[in-house]
T-cell receptor
Framework: ETGVTQTPRHLVMGMTNKKSLKCEQH?????MYWYKQSAKKPLELMFV???????ENNSVPSRFSPECPNSSHLFLHLHTLQPEDSALYLC????????????FGNGTRLTVT | TQLLEQSPQFLSIQEGENLTVYCNSS?????LQWYRQEPGEGPVLLVT?????EVKKLKRLTFQFGDARKDSSLHITAAQPGDTGLYLC????????????FGKGTLLTVNP
């Protein structure tokens, strides 16, 4: 078990659908992250929550909406996505301190048709 | 904008060979982390280096942080098929505890 669990592992959705990605961490960390991983690009930080407050929002389109109801759970709500949003979406957690390592989940492979 | 360039982008070698992958930047980082990502999984931290000139060893893996804290290298001795994966470097600092700058990665394949 990685300590960070993401569901679903695979998701195919049309451009008019609404879906949500879920992430749960069992490590007692106080920071949670959403990253986007696309081919031939570096990992892109999308959102960071620390103690359930959003502390980073990297100019992500509004069709991606994060939610952090408590320090163990993180959601990414998706609506009216575009085909270029197809990617691996990785959730991570950390202690939120300087040089704290990231603990990643295994990701959700999203395909937008 | 801080950027990290990783080279080579792809590397395919035979079991038992040695290899080095590089992570370079024109920016100074307060720390460098190396991760390995296997197919179908998320990245897993291998090491963090924080001091210029620092060398850390993890079994057959040797990590070095440049004196000026702008570059890092990962050397693998006697590579094994289990070393196959995407190696990512990530630079920390820049005034945020949360933002890491990632490179695009080196995809290593070790053939039996």
């Amino acid at each position: 078990e990685t300590g960070v669990t993401q569901t679903p592992r695979h998701l195919v959705m049309g451009m008019t659908n609404k879906k949500s990605l879920k992430c749960e961490q069992h490590l007692g960390h106080n920071a949670m992250y959403w990253y986007k991983q696309s081919a031939k690009k570096p990992l892109e930080l999308m959102f960071v929550y620390s103690l359930e407050e959003r502390v980073e929002n990297n100019s992500v389109p509004s069709r991606f909406s994060p939610e952090c109801p408590n320090s163990s759970h993180l959601f990414l709500h998706l609506h009216t996505l575009q085909p270029e949003d197809s990617a691996l979406y990785l959730c991570a957690s950390s202690q939120g301190q300087f040089n704290s390592p990231l603990h990643f989940g295994n990701g959700t492979r999203l395909t937008v048709t | 904008t801080q950027l990290l360039e990783q080279s080579p982008q792809f590397l395919s070698i035979q079991e038992g060979e040695n290899l080095t992958v590089y992570c370079n930047s024109s920016s100074v980082f307060s720390s460098l982390q190396w991760y390995r990502q296997e197919p179908g999984e998320g990245p897993v931290l291998l090491v963090t280096v924080v001091t210029g000139g620092e060398v850390k060893k993890l079994k057959r893996l040797t990590f070095q942080f440049g004196d000026a804290r702008k570059d890092s290298s990962l050397h693998i001795t006697a590579a094994q098929p289990g070393d196959t994966g995407l190696y990512l470097c990530a630079g920390g600092g820049g005034g945020s505890n949360y933002k890491l700058t990632f490179g695009k990665g080196t995809l290593l394949t070790v053939n039996p």
